[in-house]
């Protein structure tokens, strides 16, 4: 039995060779049959999780015959919902390959980027940007009247959030601050990728300081993850967050900025995410910063995980829809990079499943049981974030929830960013 994906320009995904191709509409069940062609999200859903229980039950025969009506759905170039079927029948298809003797290789080759290009990719929609915003708007805060800045960051996005704050900082009445960033030496295995090592982004924000004026450093975390099945040894870089090892001083601020990333601290539990939050709190940072997406991705069940993932991963689909025409090169490559992380949250258990995203609450209640207080965006934050949303399509929004700030698409949760300060240093 074989099963072929075609790339990224055909209109649906081809189950060829094998007896999905060639299994009668007749065959498959009653509560199925009305949902064939139809493009309703509810129906779509409903067949994701009749998949998904026929594949926890060990069940082939259905499976095969559910995906077959998917696939009858599918279009990577067709309206949001089918081009979402599509990347969830991929992901369904490579977690069946396992025991359906079938050809379920991951089809997510991506490219890497220039930073050019990765500029582009960051602009498209507010998804990265407004966390970037509402980051470097509660950081300038923190740092009023501090003469030196060290910032760890932790983040996915090749450290695209700097420039802006260190035109910020060059800006300031009382004059810029000398400025230390320090990133890890690895990353999580996700998009985006770039084409430049780190020592060429740190190369590149230095001679950009330089140019406002911003004494600079830039330090690499030397912890390369050992050999082990998840392939990003956090524990590694747990052991290095030391005062001595990072060289802090008495005399700087302290920022700890999370982007997109709290989310890969993962054994199989989340217990390495309180790891991490009590290492934090160790350092007494001036600040912790976290931005994440508002989602509850990490369901042990999979059914569960179809019925969040497809409802929230919509977000993202419908956005593009507006912006960009169906065949828009672009708009396939960021669509394939969800792609990227529907095939892990579906397709994967244990070590290899590395998305395990939690909601907002989940992230706040966690740091209040860890000693930290939020603090809330000043108001020329939020102006500017307000003034941020206005550059895109009408549908993006922005409310306060709790002690968040989120990124609303047509009224839906999708982004988060909240701000910290350990228990004991408010003013």
């Known amino acids: 039995m074989k099963t072929e994906l075609r790339s990224n320009t055909s209109t649906s995904i081809p189950l060829q060779n094998s007896s999905f191709s060639d299994t009668p509409q007749s065959s498959i069940s009653g509560a199925l049959k009305g949902c064939l062609g139809s493009l309703d999200g509810a129906c779509i859903e409903k067949l994701l999780l009749h998949c998904a229980s026929a594949l926890e039950s060990n069940d082939g025969t259905l499976a095969q015959q559910v995906m077959w009506v998917l696939n009858n759905v599918a279009s990577v170039v067709g309206d949001p919902n089918q081009r979402l079927t599509s990347w ?179 054994d199989g539990t989340i217990s390495l995410r309180h790891d991490f939050v009590q290492t934090i709190k160790g350092l007494n940072p001036s600040i912790v910063v976290i931005v994440d997406e508002d989602s509850d991705l990490s369901a042990p069940c999979l059914s569960s995980r179809i019925t969040t993932c497809f409802n929230y991963l919509w977000i993202p689909f419908d956005a593009l829809e507006t912006l960009l025409p169906r065949d828009s090169c672009q708009r396939i490559e960021y669509e394939s990079d969800i792609g990227h992380k529907i095939e892990n949250i579906i397709s994967y258990e244990g070590f290899q499943r590395i998305e395990r995203l939690e909601s907002g609450s989940n992230q706040i209640q966690r740091m209040r049981n860890a000693g930290f207080v939020s603090v809330q965006f000043c108001e020329e934050t939020v102006k500017q974030m307000k003034s941020l949303l206005d550059e895109h399509a009408s549908g993006w929004g922005m409310k306060r929830e709790e002690e968040m700030l989120v990124l609303t698409w047509k009224g839906h949760n999708s982004v988060f960013a909240t701000a910290w300060i350990v228990s004991g240093l408010e003013d």
């Open 88 to 266: 969830f029948l991929r992901a369904l298809i490579s977690r069946a390959s396992t025991w359906m003797n079938l050809d379920g290789s991951s089809s997510f080759q991506r490219r890497k980027m220039s930073v050019t290009e990765l500029a582009g990719y960051v602009d498209l929609i507010p998804w990265h940007r407004f966390g970037f915003c509402a980051s470097n708007g509660a950081i300038i805060k923190a740092i009023e009247g501090y003469q030196k800045v060290h910032i760890l960051d932790f983040s996915i996005t090749h450290c695209m959030q700097w420039p802006t704050l260190i035109d910020a900082l060059g800006k300031r009445p009382e004059g810029p601050p000398s400025l230390r960033i320090t990133v890890p030496s690895f990353r999580p295995p996700v998009p985006p990728f770039l084409n430049v090592s780190t020592e060429e982004v740190g190369l590149r924000l230095s001679n950009f300081a330089k140019y406002r004026d911003v004494p600079f450093e830039f330090k690499a975390i030397d912890a390369s993850p050992r050999k082990q099945k998840s392939g990003f040894s956090i524990e590694m870089l747990l052991s290095q967050l030391t005062p001595s090892l990072l060289n802090l001083q008495n005399d700087e601020a302290l920022v700890v900025n999370c982007q997109n990333w709290l989310r890969y601290l993962s």
